[in-house]
């Protein structure tokens, strides 16, 4: 290969550090100030419930698991906010490219992504390591935290025009409100008698201490939000 043509590719190089590089370096450092947000609306909502509810069975505390997550306890549930330490291009046949917004800079197709999961709280103060939890929600945020929501429910119907809506204080404390409140919607049923069937002589035996029977949302709970919009 030719030295000018060796040139040429390293040009090309250096525009693509540069450029896409450097712009997924400010949005991974904008959406973990963003994130800091979240936790501060996250305390601040648990405490003003707490203000409320003079109940101590009613579970309203938090845990700092680090800087890309926390884990909010409300009631019977635990929510994990999680922030995703990659960012990414948003798929070339979302609708969203076109849209004026995305035709005017490819670059506001780059998001970070901050996740929503739902367990049981159970699931984590008895060390159930085989319990499942589901995704409610995630909220996508680009280099100019415009911003917008998939999720269940409200989440995902509430926040969807990015163009318009940049993250505030606002939008972070009603994300963190409808999550609450989707959870907590989830009503706990019993499960089919032959999910309970067979079991080993060892679960048995542990049986006192925790039934370490895999345990979901989805299979403890009926989820009351799947079928309705009331939140």
């Known amino acids: 290969m030719k030295e000018k043509e060796l040139n040429k590719n390293r040009e090309h190089l250096l525009k693509l550090l540069l450029d896409k590089s450097a712009l997924k370096q400010d949005v991974a450092d904008d959406c973990e100030k963003v994130f800091r947000s979240f936790k501060k609306a996250i305390c601040k909502e648990l405490d003003a419930l707490k203000l409320k509810i003079k109940d101590p069975r009613i579970r309203l505390n938090y845990e700092d698991k680090g800087e890309h997550e926390i884990h909010a306890y409300i009631g019977s549930d635990v929510l994990v906010f999680n922030l995703h330490r990659n960012v990414f291009k948003m798929p070339d046949n979302d609708p969203l490219w076109g849209t004026a917004y995305f035709r005017s800079n490819e670059n506001n197709g780059y998001f970070g992504i901050i996740n929503i999961f739902n367990f049981l709280a159970e699931s984590f103060l008895q060390h159930r390591l085989n319990d499942s939890g589901y995704l409610i929600g995630r909220i996508f945020i680009n280099h100019e935290r415009h911003f917008y929501v998939e999720g269940k429910s409200h989440l995902g119907s509430l926040f969807r025009d990015t163009q318009n809506s940049v993250v505030n204080d606002e939008f972070i404390a009603a994300i963190v409100q409808l999550s609450f409140a989707y959870a907590l919607q989830f009503d706990l049923h019993i499960p089919p008698f032959d999910y309970f069937s067979e079991i080993t002589v060892e679960q048995i ?27």
């Open 205 to 231: 035996q542990l049986m006192g201490e925790s039934l370490k029977l895999q345990t979901a949302k989805r299979l403890g709970f009926k989820m009351k939000a799947d079928e309705s919009d009331n939140i």
